[in-house]
């Protein structure tokens, strides 16, 4: 792993994605970290057992903040291609689902450890990396890991 300087501030580009295999169904989340200059810095692929592809969104989200909250990052943009997702996080879009406003409110309370953070909607083709990592995370839970 790449140590980071601790005497600047630190951007960081999160890629989430969530995949679940049936709706609700074995899932898995996936994160590539970046700096700036596009330098992988930390992946994750996690398999989370059985739930909906929105929850493994928001749970992708979530680990990704963790993470680069974990790296020293100041600043972080998450790009998802879940229009849902960023659009509820960037507090346009409403939140109905009692399950989603309790992870909404996990991702509130984590952006507030960092000076700034931005969301990006993009295409899938964009988001290859967090997907690949996503579906690592299924296939490991299905086969008895995590």
């Known amino acids: 792993?790449?140590?980071?300087?601790?005497?600047?501030?630190?951007?960081?580009?999160?890629?989430?994605?969530?995949?679940?295999?049936?709706?609700?169904?074995?899932?898995?989340v996936g994160v590539h970290i970046a700096d700036e200059d596009g330098v992988t810095i930390a992946e994750i692929a996690e398999g989370i057992g059985e739930t909906t592809n929105n929850v493994a969104e928001y749970t992708a989200a979530i680990r990704g903040l963790e993470r680069a909250r974990e790296l020293g990052a100041t600043e972080v943009h998450l790009r998802s291609d879940s229009k849902l997702l960023i659009e509820q996080l960037a507090g346009r879009?409403?939140?109905?689902?009692?399950?989603?406003?309790?992870?909404?409110?996990?991702?509130?309370?984590?952006?507030?450890?960092?000076?700034?953070?931005?969301y990006e909607h993009v295409p899938r083709e964009?988001?290859?990396?967090?997907?690949?990592?996503?579906?690592?995370?299924?296939?490991?839970?299905?086969?008895?890991?995590?």
């Open 1 to 28: 792993m790449r140590v980071l300087p601790a005497d600047r501030r630190l951007r960081l580009i999160l890629h989430c994605d969530g995949a679940a295999r049936g709706n609700p169904g074995p899932a898995g």
């Open 93 to 118: 879009w409403k939140i109905k689902n009692k399950n989603l406003i309790r992870l909404h409110r996990e991702v509130r309370a984590l952006v507030e450890s960092f000076e700034r953070v931005t």
């Open 126 to 146: 964009r988001n290859v990396e967090a997907d690949r990592l996503a579906n690592e995370g299924v296939d490991a839970w299905l086969a008895g890991g995590a």
